[in-house]
């Protein structure tokens, strides 16, 4: 029942799925172009994993004061795989809702509903973030094929120095953030439709990134953000299983929800 769930439900919204992905292949097309651009001005970056990946996963920095405010750029790759994510999952939830009779005959139950809906949503959050690691390596990999001529001036970057725990971390904090806040969006979705739930997950994320007064489960899978955590392993061990726990809980309020039916 559970791959039936995941396979109906990629079929029945596979336009939408297909939707998501544009900004994926568009972003990792973009790191290649831009790589082979350097080529052609006479320097390269790295083409390593960590590089790339601390490309995504650098984040917003924090600002000193009004004008630096002004001026920090918004991380668009971060966003991008961010956003992609909630666009993926949603509308599903409100969408099949609405179809309280079948749901009961199929199911039974409306709690036994949401286990199969949950059962739906960590099957595509572990497909998407496949897909997002494959491009990756694809990307990395179509990089090393390119011929690199003599004369070209090697660039290094600080993203190569960076340890390999801080980005063990770094994608685990990254990848809880998406899921406690497509959990969330789900939650939403049993009594709002998809695009307001989508609407309200995209502030809440813009608002974790432009705050800075304390430390938020967005800052966490930015890397210029989580120094002071990365670097302690028992504290990033407790932060990621309250973030499961987190996430659990919206599991579990969801059957609370669902229990009287909706």
């Not at 806040?181 to 979705?189: D, H, S, T, Y």
Request: charged fraction near 15%; proline fraction near 2%.
């Amino acid at each position: 029942m559970a791959s039936y769930e995941f396979i109906y439900g990629v079929k029945k919204r596979w336009f939408l799925v297909f939707l998501s992905l544009i900004p994926l292949v568009m972003l990792f097309s973009n790191f290649f172009i831009n790589y082979v651009n350097g080529l052609n001005e006479g320097f390269a970056f790295s083409h390593s994993v960590y590089y790339h990946l601390g490309k995504i996963l650098y984040g917003m920095r924090t600002a000193g004061n009004i004008i630096e405010e002004k001026h920090r750029e918004v991380p668009l790759q971060w966003l991008i795989i961010q956003m992609s994510y909630l666009l993926m999952i949603s509308g599903y939830i409100s969408e099949e809702r609405l179809n309280r009779i079948e749901n009961i005959t199929r199911y039974g139950t409306y709690r036994s509903w949401w286990l199969r809906k949950v059962q739906w949503f960590i099957g595509i959050s572990a497909m998407y973030y496949a897909i997002v690691a494959l491009m990756l390596i694809l990307d990395v990999k179509l990089e090393a094929l390119v011929q690199i001529s003599n004369g070209i001036e090697h660039i290094p970057s600080d993203l190569d120095s960076y340890g390999e725990g801080v980005y063990i971390y770094t994608v685990i904090f990254f990848i809880l953030h998406s899921i406690i806040l497509g959990i969330f969006q789900i939650c939403m979705e049993l009594r709002v439709q998809g695009i307001v739930a989508l609407l309200v997950n995209i502030a809440i994320m813009l608002f974790e990134m432009f705050s800075q007064k304390v430390m938020l489960p967005c800052h966490l899978g930015m890397i210029i953000r989580n120094a002071s955590v990365v670097d302690n392993p028992s504290l990033s061990m407790l932060l990621i299983l309250i973030e499961i726990g987190g996430v659990i809980m919206g599991i579990i309020v969801g059957g609370k929800i669902c229990k009287n039916g909706f």
